[in-house]
């Protein structure tokens, strides 16, 4: 199966790793950067939201690894989606992306572990009040 010259590995594995471990449907909202609200402080703003399939799993010890440097507390997990998403970059005043799963917990994306061209794996943080 090739998509725009490249072979899709991912497609071509995609229904053995399901039958262990279903995708989902997901609402994902996109940064689309900051308003400066009346009180100056930065409100993040977001893209209208879209469903994606995704795929929620424990973080590897390899991922742990590389979020040791963001200072991001709390619950993580690792999620697989189809396309490519956004973390926070802070030089960019970029807020992350944000995932609302079927219970209504909103997870924030706080870095991109892996980038390809038919899907990517990020790390998310769940937000407060989810």
Same mark, same amino acid.
């Given at each position: 199966? #090739? ?5 899709? @590995?991912?497609?071509?594995? $995609?229904? %053995?790793? #399901? ?7 997901? !609402? ?6 900051? /308003? ?6 930065? #409100?993040?703003?977001?893209?209208? =939201?879209?469903?994606? $399939? !995704? &795929?929620?799993? %424990? ?5 742990? !690894? ?14 697989? @989606?189809?396309?490519? !998403? ?6 960019? /005043?970029?807020?992350?992306? @944000?995932? #609302?799963?079927?219970?209504?917990? =909103?997870?924030? =994306? ?12 990020? %790390?998310?943080?769940? &937000?407060?009040?989810?």
């Amino acid at each position: 199966m #090739t998509i725009g010259g490249g072979l899709n @590995l991912h497609g071509i594995v $995609r229904g %053995a790793i #399901t039958t262990v471990n279903e995708d989902v449907t997901v !609402a994902y909202e996109r940064s689309n950067g900051f /308003a400066i609200g009346q009180s100056g402080k930065p #409100t993040p703003q977001y893209l209208p =939201v879209e469903p994606i $399939r !995704a &795929q929620f799993q %424990a973080l590897t010890y390899k991922d742990l !690894a590389q979020l040791d440097g963001i200072n991001q507390n709390g619950v993580r997990r690792g999620v697989y @989606l189809y396309g490519s !998403a956004d973390g926070v970059v802070r030089a960019d /005043a970029k807020g992350g992306d @944000l995932i #609302t799963d079927s219970e209504n917990h =909103v997870w924030l =994306v706080t870095q991109n572990l892996e980038q390809w061209p038919f899907w990517c794996k990020v %790390a998310v943080t769940l &937000q407060n009040g989810s």
